[in-house]
């Protein structure tokens, strides 16, 4: 059997997502973690500030703070710092319902930037966020703009916004974010599975995508639930038409790990609890890290494991099945994937 080129000898949680908390101040009808209130037992403070002494020590760059909303954790402020000061960067991911608030304080923590979820015109983001919501978190964009920080959207594409992208564009553009990522509303949490789009919208989905980025109007990104070596990659992964980088197939237990509120390691937030490693309440986090079988999926990929028409494809021991949380929740493995537009262009 042959391994993997895309697999490194060496695994370095070189990214982190983690999730500050489980509160949040929104009741999206499409959440993917079924947010709301905080766990019972999330980290305290003295916890939180051991993981950022961990997570240092093994070599993390990047930090992302992710929730729930992570703005509603008291000590967001005293944990962001922590993680600038051991010499890592840091972005946030907001709904933008706290951000005008607390605008100072996000301007004075040093994010490299601040991504706003973004789920397309009123009408339709407060469909599925909230009376008011798109209002607040444009009225949060605007405030930290002019406390000097990058603002960013995430739009999750769905049945509700999929026409919507066009309009979308135009509203970001009009409150001058400077980044657009696009992903897919996946199957997840409280999401309903009839607004989650099928393998057959892929590819219109990924033209769309490629007209967005072709206007220039801001930087535009495809996340890693779309593409995966069709005729428009690397331009899905880079935002222009020059660039070189290209899918690095899943990066969970290879240069990427998560961590919920209540310490659980496991390689993505996406995926569902059958992929958690430990929890650093009871292991450090080079141990789960570590530890022999951990992360299997990706670090015992072998190409002779996938199935499905990823088995014929002659890239699929590099991507290795495209996203491992969109292969597992449409196949219930992590070697086979029909959400792939070069599989359709092949078929």
Not at 234 to 244: A, E, F, I, Q, V
Request: overall charge neutral.
């Amino acid at each position: 059997m042959t391994r993997s080129p895309t697999i490194p000898d060496r695994p370095v949680p070189l990214v982190c997502v983690w999730e500050l908390t489980l509160a949040c101040n929104a009741a999206c009808e499409h959440c993917g973690s079924d947010a709301g209130h905080a766990r019972s037992q999330e980290l305290s403070t003295k916890e939180a500030l051991d993981v950022v002494a961990q997570l240092a020590g093994m070599g993390c760059t990047i930090v992302t703070l992710s929730g729930g909303e992570p703005l509603l954790r008291h000590d967001w402020f005293e944990i962001a710092v922590a993680i600038r000061s051991a010499g890592m960067k840091i972005d946030l991911i907001t709904n933008g319902l706290a951000a005008c608030a607390q605008a100072e304080r996000i301007g004075a923590a040093g994010f490299e930037s601040v991504s706003f979820s973004i789920d397309g015109p009123p009408e339709v983001h407060d469909s599925l966020r909230g009376a008011g919501a798109l209002r607040r978190a444009l009225d949060g964009a605007a405030a930290l703009r002019r406390q000097g920080v990058r603002i960013g959207a995430v739009t999750q594409v769905n049945q509700r916004n999929l026409g919507e992208l066009s309009a979308t564009h135009d509203l970001l553009a009009h409150a001058h974010f400077e980044g657009w990522q696009i992903q897919l509303t996946l199957p997840t949490g409280r999401t309903p599975k009839s607004i989650c789009l099928g393998p057959e919208a892929i590819a219109g989905l990924e033209e769309q995508v490629v007209r967005a980025v072709s206007q220039g109007r801001m930087h535009v990104i495809a996340a890693d639930t779309i593409g995966w070596y069709g005729r428009n990659e690397p331009l899905l992964r880079t935002g222009n038409r020059s660039g070189t980088k290209v899918w690095a197939a899943c990066q969970a237990g290879l240069q990427a790990v998560a961590i919920t509120s209540d310490g659980t390691v496991r390689g993505c937030l996406a995926m569902p609890a059958e992929f958690d490693e430990g929890n650093l309440r009871s292991q450090s986090l080079a141990t789960i890290w570590s530890a022999p079988g951990a992360f299997s999926y990706n670090r015992g990929f072998e190409r002779a494991s996938l199935r499905g028409a990823c088995a014929s494809c002659e890239l699929g021991g590099i991507c290795r099945a495209g996203c491992t949380c969109m292969a597992w929740l449409a196949t219930g493995t992590t070697v086979d994937n029909p959400y792939c537009t070069r599989l359709q262009v092949r078929t």
